[in-house]
């Protein structure tokens, strides 16, 4: 069972617009919220978490955003730029443990 | 080195061939995590190493899976009599420990075809 879901696998954005990349969880436990850009052929870097009690978390053009009672968090990059265009994973921390999404595929279009 | 290092990146192997991947995390990092990711699926959780303790074994798909870590450093995933659906992107990550916030790094990863 999935506990943390992208629904959406591919997202394309004009250069300069902004980016909403969502995610959903199941487990109300997570007590950070992490998300990872994946560019082809490396591995996940991390990007920005936020603590499970905030509700937003900002670092230049990323902020996340967390709803706890809509169980759903989402990245805002803006203004996108060509160099964002990679696969984005969010994660939930349950302790020692991390869940990942699918992943959604950003294009940013120049 | 800087980072999280695994070998070999690509791996092609007949099915029923033993498989052996390799782990070299950030030194100082004391929690070590194997993941894999199958075509169109996200991470999946395999196993998890932090520190002395006994490793949390949970995600390993059947006993044809194993890992060790030797000297609290290097760690290696063994895969037994591969089989076709054992095809994936099998990712290492440390963190210099895992609690709360604390993020990990991954490696490239390595890709295993099994034919």
């Known amino acids: 069972d999935q506990q943390v879901k992208q629904n959406s696998p591919s997202l394309s954005v004009q250069e300069g617009r902004i980016s909403i990349l969502n995610c959903d969880y199941t487990?109300?436990?997570?007590?950070?919220f992490l998300w990872y850009k994946k560019y082809p052929a490396e591995g996940p870097t991390f990007l920005i978490s936020?603590?499970?009690?905030?509700d937003k978390n900002e670092d230049g053009r990323f902020t996340v955003f967390l709803n706890k009672s809509a169980k759903h968090l989402s990245l805002h990059i803006v203004p996108s730029q060509p160099g964002d265009s990679a696969v984005y994973f969010c994660?939930?921390?349950?302790?020692?443990?991390?869940?990942f999404g699918t992943g959604t595929s950003l294009t940013v279009i120049p | 080195g800087a980072g999280v290092s695994q070998s070999p990146s690509n791996k092609v192997t007949e099915k029923g061939k033993d498989v052996e991947l390799r782990c070299d995390p950030i030194?100082?990092?004391?929690?070590l995590y194997w993941y894999r990711q199958s075509l169109g699926q996200g991470l999946e959780f395999l196993i998890y190493?932090?520190?002395?303790?006994?490793?949390?074994k949970s995600g390993l798909p059947s006993d044809r899976f194993s890992a060790e870590r030797t000297g609290g450093s290097v760690s290696t995933l063994t895969i037994q009599r591969t089989q076709q659906e054992d095809s994936a992107v099998y990712l290492c990550?440390?963190?210099?420990?895992?609690?709360?916030?604390?993020?990990?790094?991954f490696g490239s990863g390595t890709q295993l075809s099994v034919l």
């Open positions: 990550a440390s963190s210099y420990r895992a609690v709360f916030g604390e993020k990990l790094f």
């Open positions: 487990n109300s436990m997570f007590d950070y």
């Open positions: 936020i603590s499970s009690i905030k």
């Open positions: 994660a939930g921390q349950d302790g020692n443990q991390f869940y």
């Open positions: 030194s100082g990092h004391t929690a």
């Open positions: 190493f932090q520190g002395n303790s006994a490793p949390d």
